[in-house]
Nanobody, 113 residues
Framework: QVQLVQSGGGLVQPGGSLRLSCVVSGIIFRLKAMGWYRQAPRNQRELVAAITTAGLTNYADSVKGRFTISRDNVKNTVYLQMNSLKPEDTAVYYC???????WGQGTQVTVSS
């Protein structure tokens, strides 16, 4: 059974930082590309960042230079470091095994003063 368990998130002031984590089990993690998505109220879910098995990354234009995706193949974990957060980053964030319909449970990130 594939499981993605997220942690991190919460409330932060504009300009602040947060780190999301996603521990994956039930698959050979190092062989899977991973991604982080987000969904704000009344918006569609969008890809924020992705990382290949080789560690290559890509980002949505809206987060380039502020967010960093990384992975630890020993801990079977993918991370999303979010810096210089803005109110428009407020959303529920989900990790996902790319090319599969395996999702994390979602975690709320709220950026507000």
């Amino acid at each position: 059974q594939v499981q993605l368990v997220q942690s991190g998130g919460g409330l932060v002031q504009p300009g602040g930082s947060l780190r999301l984590s996603c521990v994956v089990s039930g698959i050979i993690f190092r062989l899977k590309a991973m991604g982080w998505y987000r969904q704000a109220p009344r918006n569609q879910r969008e890809l924020v960042a992705a990382i290949t098995t080789a560690g290559l990354t890509n980002y949505a234009d809206s987060v380039k230079g502020r967010f960093t995706i990384s992975r630890d193949n020993v801990k079977n974990t993918v991370y999303l470091q979010m810096n210089s957060l803005k109110p428009e980053d407020t959303a529920v964030y989900y990790c996902k095994v790319m090319d599969y319909t395996y999702w994390g449970q979602g975690t709320q990130v709220t950026v507000s003063s």
